[in-house]
C-alpha cells in the first residue's frame, strides 16, 4: 500500500515536500514515480526514481525545481517542490512498478491515495 502525504496551500515561489511512505516487503526493489491530476485535465507523469536511486526521470514542467529521491530503510520516496507555480496546483499520487521498465511511459500498477497541493498566486 501507498501513502502519499505533505500536500497542502502555499504560495507561488514556496516549497514543499511529499512523501509517499509504503508497506510491503517488496518497495526497495521497485521504481517509484509520482503523478499528479489538475481538475478538468488527465493525470500527468511527474518524475520517478529507480529501486537503487541511481536514475531518475522529470517531466520537463518541473525540471530543475522538483527533485525526487528515496529512503529505502524507511520505505518512503520523496518529492522536493521547489519554486512553485500554479499551474503546479494538482492532486499528486505516487505510484510503483517492478524495476526494469522505463520509468516513464510505463503502466504504473501500485497506486496510492493522492495529496492536494494548491498554489496561491
Known amino acids: 500500500q501507498l501513502q502519499a502525504s505533505g500536500g497542502g496551500l502555499v504560495q507561488a515561489g514556496g516549497s514543499l515536500r511529499l512523501s509517499c511512505a509504503t508497506s510491503?516487503?517488496?518497495?526497495?526493489?521497485?521504481?517509484m514515480g509520482w503523478f499528479r491530476q489538475a481538475p478538468g485535465k488527465e493525470r500527468e507523469f511527474v518524475a520517478a526514481?529507480?529501486?537503487?536511486?541511481?536514475?531518475?526521470n522529470y517531466a520537463d514542467s518541473v525540471k530543475g525545481r522538483f527533485s525526487i529521491s528515496r529512503d529505502n530503510a524507511v520505505n518512503t520516496v520523496y518529492l522536493q517542490m521547489g519554486s512553485l507555480k500554479p499551474e503546479d496546483t494538482a492532486v499528486y499520487y505516487c505510484?510503483?512498478?517492478?524495476?526494469?521498465?522505463?520509468?516513464?511511459?510505463?503502466?504504473?500498477?501500485?497506486w496510492g491515495q493522492g495529496t492536494q497541493v494548491t498554489v496561491s498566486s
Open positions: 526514481i529507480s529501486w537503487t536511486g541511481s536514475s531518475t
Open positions: 510491503g516487503r517488496t518497495f526497495s526493489s521497485i521504481t
Open positions: 505510484a510503483g512498478v517492478p524495476p526494469g521498465l522505463p520509468l516513464r511511459n510505463t503502466s504504473y500498477i501500485y
